[in-house]
């Protein structure tokens, strides 16, 4: 079994892979997404949101890095990922699942899921862009407004050459709004000979068992859910305890030392509740935290507060 971090734009970035690669086993990272438009992208828009390139594309905790790329036109992308690879990424993943109003407004994400002939062109053109020894992976939803495109555009993306499939189980319109449905993603992994990765609401290791059975997956993509559960992938896999509440404060408390010293320190007051917002899913303490802090505007009070606790 492989446990692979989800990319989520504006959370997951490099400090948020560092932190949770110390904690967990996981065995691949997704970037956020770097949207291409309509030129190649300069190698420093890489290096800001892929910073592991210049260590090997790893994190500090040696988990491999892969860059995600997310866009509509299939040349653009495929310079662009010839770009990453040149610089040193160790993959390449296509974005057909994200569910933003303003990314969807663009045909970016998850809008391309009702033209599976433009995913089919896409991965031929990134996957003869990408050098043969490195994976071209993607990540779709079941479909956009209906969970109905799902098989159509699998098998347009496996005969376009790509690597891997991950899977959202759940419809564009759906959101993130539960159930996840693991049992359709069993239909993309008998019609497909590549791997097939399940993602959706796995919070606990019971929910990844259930998620792997349902979807005859061997491999979980953990979102919100390593979030909210910050040692989430060691409970899968490991079958360590849950993280406990003061050990999830020193981790906050750690993920500011690691905000200051970083490039995003200045950020680090509107992480801090960010992530709380999610961490409230699992530990009822959090939500009394948010409201200690709501109105703390600087990282020394919030860094104050949290030594208190």
Not at 89 to 103: H, M, Q, R, S, Y
Not at 230 to 237: D, R, S
């Amino acid at each position: 079994m492989r446990l692979i971090l989800a990319p989520m734009e504006g959370v997951l970035d490099h400090l948020m892979r560092d932190l949770l690669t110390r904690l967990n086993p996981f065995d691949l990272c997704l970037t956020e997404f770097i949207r291409v438009v309509d030129m190649r992208l300069p190698p420093r828009v890489f290096y800001r949101l892929c910073p592991e390139l210049r260590q090997g594309c790893r994190t500090p905790a040696g988990t491999p890095v892969r860059i995600q790329l997310l866009g509509q036109d299939p040349d653009w992308l495929a310079e662009n990922a010839a770009q990453a690879c040149a610089l040193g990424a160790g993959g390449i993943d296509l974005n057909f699942g994200c569910p933003a109003k303003t990314v969807n407004k663009h045909k970016g994400g998850a809008a391309l899921l009702d033209n599976s002939e433009l995913l089919y062109r896409i991965a031929r053109a990134v996957r003869a862009a990408v050098p043969a020894a490195l994976p071209v992976s993607a990540k779709i939803r079941l479909g956009v407004d209906e969970r109905d495109s799902y098989l159509t555009n699998s098998l347009a993306l496996a005969e376009g050459g790509i690597s891997e499939l991950a899977v959202h189980a759940r419809s564009k319109r759906d959101g993130y709004r539960p159930p996840a449905h693991w049992p359709l993603v069993a239909e993309i992994r008998q019609a497909l000979q590549i791997p097939v990765v399940v993602n959706g609401e796995i919070w606990n290791a019971d929910q990844a068992a259930a998620a792997r059975a349902q979807s005859r997956c061997q491999d979980i993509m953990l979102g919100r859910g390593a979030l909210a559960l910050p040692n989430l992938a060691a409970t899968i896999k490991s079958g360590v305890a849950p993280m406990s509440w003061p050990a999830v404060v020193q981790l906050l408390l750690d993920y500011s030392g690691l905000e200051i010293g970083g490039d995003k320190g200045v950020y680090y007051p509107n992480r801090i509740k960010q992530w709380l917002s999610y961490l409230k899913l699992y530990y009822p303490q959090a939500q009394a935290l948010f409201g200690q802090i709501r109105t703390l505007k600087q990282t020394r009070d919030i860094r104050q507060t949290l030594a208190l606790l």
